[in-house]
């Protein structure tokens, strides 16, 4: 085998209030690897398309090709060169996971090129050095959920502890970019490190309740549980119409609604694929009212992740 196609799908990061520790992924849009040998050793970067020319050419440092050099380096092998070439399906700086989503293609096309030598969850650790790549932090709640899909809670960064919980069939997301540019850096930056006790306890109370509110399917608790009192009121000044925007989602039919990942892009979940495409349509037209265009994507729960398109 000398080439691999691999797909990897955005993400929604943190869920309203589980910063850090839950996400989930979408079935579209996704980053698209392809990767082949070649005789001269090292990884070079070939082409590069949908990013206007805005990604870093080298490999050090984009994601999708930084996790390539942690994983050869780990598995000590230099014998041949590789050539990458990254189709960029989504906007940088989205809060879609966009940086995820390359690192995650990256690995799994270069593991299956290797023949599989570790398994999804191995590969974890070296997709999360594509996040310290993009935003200076090695956070797992965009790259676990692009890697092994479904809804991604992570117990504990040191160690790693990381598991899905099922979702009900019948949830839907709601994603809606609007054209701004976030990047999870200046997100993270902004963050107080001090969170009152008060706070602690409600975020504990809704964490708590949207895992359970999701493994029950009870869809008034996982309504109920979306609620994030310490990230959303910081981050959301960053948002335009963030207020108005997530009252017509709610309005409109939708259980919850808050930032994805670092924004700009906003999620909304929703009993039904209707309800789903209803809030959007919403959502999007509010945004337009204060003259801001927008991408609207609906999507279940993408529930098996990354994959390989071909050999
Ligand atoms: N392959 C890549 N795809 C997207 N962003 C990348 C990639 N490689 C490096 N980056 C850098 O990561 C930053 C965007 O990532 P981030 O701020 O986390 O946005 P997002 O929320 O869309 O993932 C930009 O500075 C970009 O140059
Ligand atoms: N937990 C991270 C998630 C960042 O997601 P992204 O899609 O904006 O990269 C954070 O909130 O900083």
């Not at 050090?60 to 780990?74: A, C, D, I, P, R």
């Not at 992570?154 to 790693?160: A, D, M, T, V």
């Not at 994603?175 to 999870?184: M, Q, S």
């Not at 259980?255 to 039904?272: E, K, V």
């Amino acid at each position: 085998m000398n080439s691999i196609k691999a797909f990897a799908p955005a993400t929604v990061a943190n869920v309203a209030c589980g910063f850090d520790i839950f996400g989930f992924a979408i079935e579209e849009p996704g980053d698209v690897v392809e990767l082949r040998r070649r005789d001269e050793p090292g990884i070079v970067i070939t082409n590069i398309t949908g990013d206007e020319g805005r990604l870093p050419r080298n490999p050090e440092k984009n994601s999708v090709t930084g996790v390539m050099l942690h994983l050869l380096k780990h598995l000590d092998i230099k014998d041949f060169g590789y050539e990458v070439i990254l189709h960029k399906n989504m906007p940088l700086g989205s809060g879609m996971g966009s940086s995820a989503a390359s690192a995650v293609a990256g690995v799994v096309a270069m593991n299956e090129l290797l023949g599989n030598p570790l398994t999804r969850q191995e590969l974890l650790p070296f997709a999360m050095e594509g996040e310290r790549i993009a935003s200076g932090s090695a956070h797992a709640d965009n790259v676990g959920p692009s890697l092994l899909g479904g809804f991604v809670v992570i117990r504990s960064y040191h160690p790693l502890d990381i598991f899905t919980i099922p979702v009900p069939d019948d949830l839907y997301c709601t994603l809606v970019h609007p054209d701004i540019e976030i990047n999870t850096k200046d997100a993270r930056y902004i963050l107080r490190n001090e969170v009152s006790l008060k706070n602690t306890i409600a975020q504990m109370g809704n964490v708590a309740g949207l895992v359970a509110g999701l493994m029950k399917a009870d869809y008034d608790l996982i309504s109920r549980s979306m609620v994030d009192v310490i990230i959303e009121p910081v981050r959301s000044i960053l948002i335009p119409e963030f207020k108005e925007v997530k009252t017509a989602a709610i309005s409109n039919g939708a259980l919850g609604c808050s930032i994805s990942g670092s924004g700009p892009s906003m999620f909304a979940l929703s009993r039904g694929r209707d309800n789903a495409i209803a809030a959007g349509q919403a959502m999007q037209a509010r945004f337009a009212e204060a003259g801001i265009d927008s991408a609207l994507h609906i999507s279940g729960i993408n529930k098996g992740g990354a994959k390989i398109l071909e050999h």
